[in-house]
């Protein structure tokens, strides 16, 4: 068996150990005699599967208990649409755009109500997070919308926008459980677990309970209301019960390497490795504002579109996947979630200067 260092920006690589001891248990989960993937979700089995994966996802994130954890589908996607025909009291939401994914949240959200685009980078192609500190919030906006981490153009808020009082709805899609966060800061967190936590299939949302009614839009399907899965405690109908228990292998580990503190303190070395090197290099440039870099997704360039073809290419053969940038920008992006190790960071940093050598 041989691995490659896995630079996807998601589906994304999962901690070996996670990956070991889900085969382990892949004929018989502790002695039921059966996979999980084979299990009743209303099972005693599963029943702990799932309230143990949220007691340790609460921890790991401290969350508050006027908050609820629900794991959904239909992938972050989905939540563009859920957003807005729940929250959209007032049918007026305020959208930072520093991406793809927050535009389209934007546009998604722009067919339930007004949708005001309070800021936006989209002048300089999503390459740095505009002032945040005194935007035009909207007097009647029922939220203000981010996408904290950008993992098309590697930018990320540092700091979180002055919503002004009002609730503020992030997607932490591609930089969930990467650094310690207040959740009581944000109404709404939600992010699809296939870049940092899981395999693709289940979202994550964390919501402040307030903001869960039986006061949606009207016509708002039964599974798209958040009131649904609250109540059910996610077992309103049957749940991606594989993808949670791996989830739930995922926190465990977190936990076990001391979590999140640690894990902010590994991925700033990682990304630091990788920076550091983009800035002393004469062949590869970051696309990205220095101050607004992501931890999690590094965007880089030659400037020349046959060299990076050229680096994508030689970088596989040498067991470094993955590396191209997304269908939109081109270039190069290497995508470092928690579980890529520090190795691989200097897998791909030792072959980076041997390619600038060769080529320059
Ligand atoms: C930040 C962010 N939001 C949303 C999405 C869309 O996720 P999904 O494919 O789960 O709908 C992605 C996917 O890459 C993403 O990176």
Same mark, same amino acid.
């Given at each position: 068996?041989?691995?490659?260092?896995?630079f996807s920006a998601g589906p994304a690589v999962l901690p070996e150990e996670v990956l070991k001891s889900a085969a382990e248990e892949m004929l018989d989960y502790k002695g039921t005699g059966m996979s999980v993937m084979e299990?009743?979700?209303?099972?005693?089995?599963? +029943?702990?599967?799932? #309230?143990?994966?949220?007691?340790?996802?609460? &921890?790991?994130?401290?969350?508050? %208990? /006027? $908050?609820?954890?629900?794991?959904?589908?239909?992938?972050?996607?989905?939540?563009?649409?859920?957003?807005?025909?729940?929250?959209?009291?007032?049918?007026?939401?305020?959208?930072?755009?520093? @991406?793809?994914?927050?535009?389209?949240? !934007?546009?998604?959200?722009?067919?339930?109500?007004?949708? /005001?685009?309070?800021?936006?980078?989209?002048?300089?192609?999503?390459?740095?997070?505009?002032?945040?500190?005194?935007?035009?919030?909207?007097?009647?906006?029922?939220?203000?919308?981010?996408?904290?981490?950008?993992?098309?153009?590697? #930018?990320?808020?540092?700091? *979180?926008?002055?919503?002004?009082?009002?609730?503020?709805? !992030?997607?932490?899609?591609?930089?969930?459980?990467?650094?310690? =966060? %207040?959740?009581?800061?944000?109404? =709404?967190? $939600? @992010?699809?677990?296939?870049?940092?936590?899981?395999?693709?299939?289940?979202?994550?949302?964390?919501?402040?309970?307030?903001?869960?009614?039986? %006061? =949606? *839009?009207?016509?708002?399907?039964?599974?798209?209301?958040?009131?649904?899965?609250?109540?059910?405690?996610?077992?309103?109908?049957?749940?991606?019960? $594989?993808?949670?228990?791996?989830?739930?292998?995922?926190?465990?580990?977190?936990?076990?390497?001391?979590?999140?503190?640690?894990?902010?303190?590994? /991925?700033?070395?990682?990304?630091?490795?990788?920076?550091?090197?983009?800035?002393?290099?004469?062949?590869?440039?970051? #696309?990205? !504002?220095? &101050? %607004?870099?992501?931890?999690?997704?590094?965007?880089?360039? #030659?400037?020349?579109?046959?060299?990076?073809?050229?680096? =994508?290419?030689?970088?596989?053969?040498? @067991?470094? +996947?993955?590396?191209?940038?997304?269908?939109?920008?081109?270039?190069?992006?290497?995508?470092? $979630? /928690?579980?890529?190790?520090?190795?691989?960071?200097?897998?791909?940093?030792?072959?980076?200067?041997?390619?600038?050598? &060769?080529?320059?």
């Open positions: 068996m041989s691995r490659v260092y896995n299990m009743s979700h209303r099972s005693k089995a599963f +029943e702990e599967i799932i #309230t143990t994966a949220e007691a340790d996802l609460r &921890e790991l994130m401290n969350i508050p %208990d /006027n $908050y609820k954890v629900l794991f959904l589908q239909g992938g972050a996607s989905q939540q563009f649409a859920m957003i807005p025909m729940n929250l959209m009291k007032n049918k007026v939401a305020d959208y930072i755009v520093t @991406g793809q994914w927050a535009k389209k949240a !934007a546009s998604e959200a722009a067919k339930y109500g007004k949708v /005001n685009k309070i800021a936006s980078s989209e002048d300089k192609t999503f390459s740095y997070i505009p002032d945040c500190s005194d935007l035009p919030v909207s007097e009647d906006a029922d939220y203000v919308y981010i996408c904290e981490n950008n993992t098309i153009y590697g #930018t990320k808020f540092k700091e *979180l926008p002055n919503t002004k009082g009002k609730t503020l709805v !992030a997607d932490v899609s591609s930089c969930f459980l990467s650094e310690p =966060v %207040d959740v009581s800061k944000y109404g =709404v967190i $939600y @992010g699809g677990v296939q870049k940092n936590i899981g395999p693709a299939g289940v979202v994550i949302v964390i919501i402040r309970e307030d903001l869960i009614t039986e %006061d =949606v *839009l009207p016509g708002t399907p039964t599974m798209l209301t958040y009131k649904t899965h609250a109540d059910a405690e996610s077992l309103y109908n049957t749940p991606p019960a $594989y993808g949670i228990y791996i989830c739930g292998k995922v926190f465990k580990w977190l936990k076990s390497m001391g979590g999140l503190e640690t894990m902010k303190a590994r /991925n700033e070395k990682k990304a630091a490795l990788l920076y550091d090197f983009l800035d002393q290099s004469q062949m590869f440039k970051g #696309t990205v !504002a220095k &101050e %607004d870099r992501s931890l999690m997704n590094v965007p880089f360039v #030659t400037g020349n579109a046959d060299l990076d073809a050229k680096f =994508v290419k030689e970088a596989k053969a040498s @067991g470094l +996947e993955n590396l191209k940038g997304h269908r939109s920008v081109g270039g190069m992006r290497a995508s470092i $979630y /928690n579980a890529m190790p520090y190795e691989g960071v200097e897998a791909l940093v030792a072959f980076m200067k041997k390619f600038e050598k &060769e080529n320059l």
